[in-house]
């Protein structure tokens, strides 16, 4: 990611410092979704999926690949996001949440089920 990617991160790390200077901004680069859940949205469907369409778009459809890129891209975004808190360590604090969840803790391509809420909160405590 070019250092121009994480500006949005430094804005909102402005607004917070405006409103509330003495405020720990908390950040986490979710965990790996595993490829039985692409394609999967929540609510019977209405939200969603994510990942699944702009991966397909690009051609990429099968779900050995979408997994391997989708790591590749998180992977690069927590390392961005841990880079960025280490800058300013008492204001700023990065949760590393990859590798936590296992696939029967994925509600769908994006987000955990109740078991896997519960996993990713004990790592934020």
């Known amino acids: 990611f070019p250092s121009h990617d994480i500006a949005n991160y430094n804005d909102l790390d402005m607004i ?8 720990l901004i908390v950040s986490h680069a979710y ?14 469907g209405l939200l969603g999926p994510w990942l699944e369409p702009s991966l397909t778009y690009c051609g990429w459809t099968d779900p050995t690949m979408q997994s391997l890129i989708v790591k590749h891209v998180l992977e690069k975004l927590n390392q961005r996001l841990t880079e960025w808190a280490n800058l300013w360590l008492s204001h700023r604090l ?3 949440t990859q590798g936590i969840l296992t ?3 994925c509600g769908n391509e994006m ?15």
């Not at 917070?16 to 405020?23: E, S």
């Not at 987000?111 to 519960?118: L, Q, W």
Request: a negative charge.
């Open 16 to 23: 917070c410092m405006d409103a509330a200077p003495n405020c």
């Open 31 to 44: 965990d790996y979704p595993p490829a039985s859940k692409f394609g999967k949205g929540i609510f019977c």
């Open 94 to 96: 990065h949760v590393q």
């Open 103 to 105: 696939a029967a803790d």
């Open 111 to 125: 987000h955990p089920n109740k078991d896997g809420f519960e996993k990713m909160a004990a790592e934020f405590l």
